[in-house]
């Protein structure tokens, strides 16, 4: 079996409390990052520095997540943040191969993401370049919105795709992930879950990644 992870999004945490927020979350796999610049997306969350400062004192690795115009400027910066791993959207990049090479020289995990409109035919050549293919179930930009059931067909292409090459690639879900959307995004073979108002949203976030994890196990 795939090894499930939750990765619990800080977009739906307290931003003045981010120490504490990354505590309660410390049964997690992962955190997830959302840094966005108003410009690929229409809002604007956390940079470089916050990232930084998160890295220096979280208890489980980062996972971060650039929704962000000239991100092959950016991103190797967030790389050398020594963050476990370092996702970005394919519609941002001019040159995406070259960008996940720069990332892996850097000593980070790299990822790539598609919008739910992104075919992954494309990028399938691309998957011994990746560490981590992140199918969005939302249009990114904000957290509470509904899971897009018409991208499961994608995500059932791209897993067999990952079979058939062989390769070592997760495939991360990301928005409107619940106990409930979960199974489904699992039985289409996602293996790594984002969820940020099903467990920021909780009274127990412990709790809710305890649940989502035993669902998104198959
Ligand atoms: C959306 C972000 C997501 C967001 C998910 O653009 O990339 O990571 O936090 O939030 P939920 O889980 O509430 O849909
Ligand atoms: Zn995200």
Redesign the pocket.
Known sequence: PLKCCINP?I??ADFVNLETELARIADADAV?V?VMDNRF?PNLTIGLPVVERMQKVSPVPLDV?L?IADVDLWAPSYADARVDSVTFHVEASDAPIKLARELRARGTKAGMALRPATPVEPYLDMLPELDMLLI?T?E??????SFLDIVLPKIRRARAAVEGSGVDVAIQV????TEETITRAAEAGANVF?????VYGRPSPADAIESLRAKGQL
């Open positions: 999004s977009l739906s997830h959302d997306v997540h929704m969005m939302v990114p930009g904000f957290g509470g919105q990301d928005g409107g992930i984002v969820a940020g108002s099903a």
